[in-house]
């Protein structure tokens, strides 16, 4: 402000605006990535975006971007086929919450070794609603969660 | 392993710690795990994980903690037969 404003002082008030550019942050997320364990920590750093976008606090960025990776892990590790596989992810908002769908192609996998499984777990720790539904071509996984408790 | 995480190695006494730095999930947990042990002699009589670095541990780091546990308990039965 001292260079903004002249010693002698100026003969109006002064307006600082300070503008924030999110406009590369899209209102929705829609993502389809290779089922790789790789893709995990970019669409980690995309989620936290996203979510901060949309006007959520630490714990909730937290928490929700914790269940998104491991539904995607999830994702990652049951789905397999033949040609390279895929999943995606879709996450919306609305007034004070989000709704994410990580789909994957594939059959399900049952859960192997006494530490599987521990993934949906999570996801049902950190969010409020969380539903798993099978269908024709593999398994939709539906998280909402409210973004302030 | 990959840059994901760092794991950073030191020990206190008998006791070997390892301080790991970034991101743990399922790209990189077994490795990670397996750099843990390898650098973790027999004769070390605890092993402590500082976690407070890491920005993110999924249930992958979770089996690691699990694995790693199994591990120092097969290497206490084995010194003391």
Redesign the interface.
Same mark, same amino acid.
């Given at each position: 402000m001292e260079q903004l404003v002249l010693p002698q002082g100026l003969r109006d008030d002064v307006a600082l605006v300070a503008l924030h550019n999110n406009s590369e942050i899209p209102a929705e997320l829609h993502l389809r990535l290779p089922a790789h364990p790789k893709v995990l920590s970019p669409l980690r750093r995309a989620v936290r975006r996203w979510l901060r976008s949309r006007g959520a606090d630490d714990e909730a960025t937290a928490e929700v971007t914790l269940a998104v990776s491991e539904a995607c892990a999830n994702a990652i590790e049951h789905a397999y086929s033949p040609s390279p596989a895929t999943f995606e992810l879709d996450a919306r908002s609305s007034i004070g919450d989000v709704t994410i769908s990580v789909s994957d192609v594939g059959r399900r996998r049952s859960p192997r070794g006494q530490n599987r499984g521990r993934g949906l777990t999570i996801v049902d720790a950190a969010m409020d609603d969380v539903e798993v539904r099978p269908n024709a071509s593999g398994t939709e996984v539906l998280m909402r969660r409210r973004l302030h408790r | 392993m %990959?840059r994901?995480a760092d794991i950073q190695f030191s020990t206190r006494g008998r006791a070997m710690i390892a301080r790991l730095v970034g991101?743990l999930? %399922?790209?990189n947990a077994a490795d990670a795990g397996e750099t843990v042990a390898e650098r973790t002699p027999n004769e070390m009589l605890g092993l402590v994980l500082d976690l407070s670095e890491l920005d993110?541990l999924?249930?992958?780091g979770?089996?690691l903690l699990?694995r790693l546990r199994e591990n120092l308990r097969i290497a206490a039965r084995n010194s003391r037969s």
């Open positions: - | %990959m994901l991101e999930d %399922m790209s993110h999924d249930r992958s979770i089996q699990y």
